[in-house]
């Protein structure tokens, strides 16, 4: 796997004894070091209210029903990448189900190079979440720097009789100065008028 750098935890909902102890043996602890097994969907419920996880793997039983819902509600409710496991026989009808949300399935029975070549593709879709989400924060608080600076640009404007350019340049111009951000300096400005 590439993303040796990277840990991942996981939240595991499955009655399975013997798929759990693959499942534990197969997933590398420097890399999954935080495994958590449930059996039932209450105890997992509550730990997702909790806890945030990396990778949600559903192993579905005689409840199929009750593990989609499950892994839909934990697709829709936070940034884990989920994995369902269901009978071959359901997997059509499943995948109508839940590939509009993001849920990796697979259908079983199925091998350990394939559950471990889908558990890597989901290491894979979190590393591209994770490059995504921290974009998003960037331009989140550029948008915020921008729109301070701006009330602070008016205020200048009407407090100090300042034009639109020479509001701009003084905030530019205190920031140099000080050595400190302009969103600092923009804070600094509204603080003084409001």
Known sequence: ??????????????????FN???????PQGIYPEKHFFSSFANASKALESKS????IVNTTAQADAGIRFALNASKTNSSIVLLLVK????????????DHGIFLLGKPLGKQTLLATISCMASAKERMR?????????????????????????????EGMT????????????????????KIALEIINRYI
Do not use: G
Request: charged share 30%; hydrophobic share 40%.
């Open 1 to 18: 796997m590439s993303f040796k750098e990277h840990t991942y935890n996981v939240l595991i909902l499955s009655a399975s004894e013997s």
């Open 131 to 159: 490059t995504l989400t921290n974009k998003v924060h960037l331009a989140e608080e550029q948008a915020a720097e921008i729109r301070l600076t701006n009330r602070a640009k008016w205020l200048l404007i009407d407090k």
């Open 53 to 56: 996880y990396d990778f949600i």
């Open 88 to 99: 071959s026989e359901d997997y059509d009808e499943t995948y109508d189900k839940v590939a």
């Open 21 to 27: 102890a693959i499942l534990d043996n197969i997933l």
């Open 164 to 183: 639109e350019q020479d509001a701009h340049r003084f905030i530019e111009k205190q920031a140099m100065d000080s050595c400190s951000p302009r969103k």
